[in-house]
């Protein structure tokens, strides 16, 4: 029962003077003393506003804008065991290949009334353990992790915690839990296969230093190898790794040191767009002709690369896709629904254009 008459004459009084066993911040009690109302009125006007009158409803709402007041949402979420927060772990905010994933997947949990926390883990040395370790003792309603490179560290404490964890970026025969990705190997190989068809025989790799991109790498070799794309008696097709993450500069770096020792290829795959974008930066101050001379096919499909000269041939990755399902599979697992499905091989696609 609301203990302040619905008539009664507004008045906001003072900030109250804290204690000095406080440890500074505005709490609750706070506010319900500048609004002049109980404590527990207070937390029914800012959980369930229904319940109060409209007067009451305003002076609470007044005192919190006045005193800059944020509720402790984890005390809220100790009590229904939710947190309404998933957090997300990427190799790296600067890539825009992930962009796409992390927007859907905001997007998405928005739309459920969830609220996304974002970790960098890095390439080289990743703190990844170190963020797993931060972001459980927090515990979200859900984690999505970008690949499935996980340290044994890292994948009992995400076991043990009990959270819902979905893979992307990656397939695996033995996920943590949920899982939505494609197969790099079956990148490597497609690209290859396409790049035969285009008559090319002297292809070339410039890739990032990430396991990821090694292994589309290496599969695209393999093929190539198997294709009679290489000279004879090779056993690997030229190559020049990059570190990761990958910039433009890299890419035309990375296309000159090529040139250098193989001068004869005729074809290059690229691990991502923006070494791709540095390869026909390049190429175009050498003067070697895209696609006559040399082909180039990129990674990602970035909103660049269709407005590229050449336009870029890529390998186009659904993140958008990426980001709903995980949203959606993170939610059916805390409102504890019956999951449709678990696993999801998203595929990818060639998109072609004029750089082959």
């Known amino acids: 029962m609301d203990d302040t008459p619905a008539n009664k004459k507004t008045i906001i009084m003072p900030p ?23 404590p527990i009125t207070a937390s029914r006007a800012l959980n369930t506003p229904s319940a109060v009158s409209e ?9 919190v804008e006045q005193t800059g007041y944020v509720p402790n949402m984890l005390a809220g979420g100790l009590a229904s065991s939710k947190s309404r927060l998933v957090a997300a772990v990427v190799p790296t905010i600067s890539g825009n290949v992930f962009l796409e994933v992390v927007q859907s997947l905001t997007a998405s949990l928005a739309a459920y009334g969830y609220q996304l926390m974002l970790g960098q883990s890095g390439y080289e040395n990743s703190r990844e353990d170190e963020l797993l370790e931060a ?28 959270i819902p964890v979905v893979e992307t970026w990656d397939l695996t025969d033995n996920p ?78 990375g296309l000159r040191e090529l040139l250098a020792r193989h001068p004869d290829i005729d074809a290059l795959f690229c691990s991502s767009d923006t070494v791709a974008l540095g ?73 072609e254009r004029e750089s082959t």
Not at 16 to 30: H, V
């Open 55 to 63: 007067p009451i409803l305003q002076r609470v709402r007044q005192a």
């Open 176 to 253: 943590i839990d949920m899982l939505i990705g494609f197969s790099h190997e079956e990148v490597g190989q497609a690209v290859a296969r396409y790049l035969h068809g285009r008559g090319k025989r002297r292809v070339a790799t410039l890739g990032a230093d990430d396991q990821r991109a090694r292994r589309r790498m290496q599969a695209f070799s393999d093929t190539a190898i198997a294709l009679g794309m290489a000279h004879p008696g090779e056993t690997a097709v030229a190559g020049q790794r990059v570190p990761a993450p990958t910039n433009v500069g890299l890419g035309r770096a």
């Open 279 to 351: 390869v026909l930066t390049e190429a175009q101050a050498q003067g070697v002709q895209v696609p006559r001379q040399l082909a180039v096919v990129g990674m990602g499909d970035l909103g660049f690369a269709r407005d590229l000269y050449p336009a870029l041939t890529t390998v186009r990755i659904d993140g958008a896709r990426i980001g709903a399902t995980a949203a959606r599979f993170i939610v059916e697992r805390s409102q504890g629904s019956r999951m449709r499905e678990g696993v999801v091989d998203i595929g990818f696609s060639i998109v």
């Open 16 to 38: 109250p003077r804290r204690s000095r066993r406080k440890s500074g911040g505005i709490t609750l009690r706070d506010v319900a003393a500048l609004a002049g109302v109980a």
């Open 135 to 162: 972001i459980i003792g927090r515990r979200p309603d859900g984690v999505v992790l970008t690949g499935i490179m996980h340290s044994a560290t890292g994948r009992q404490r995400l076991l043990a915690s009990g």
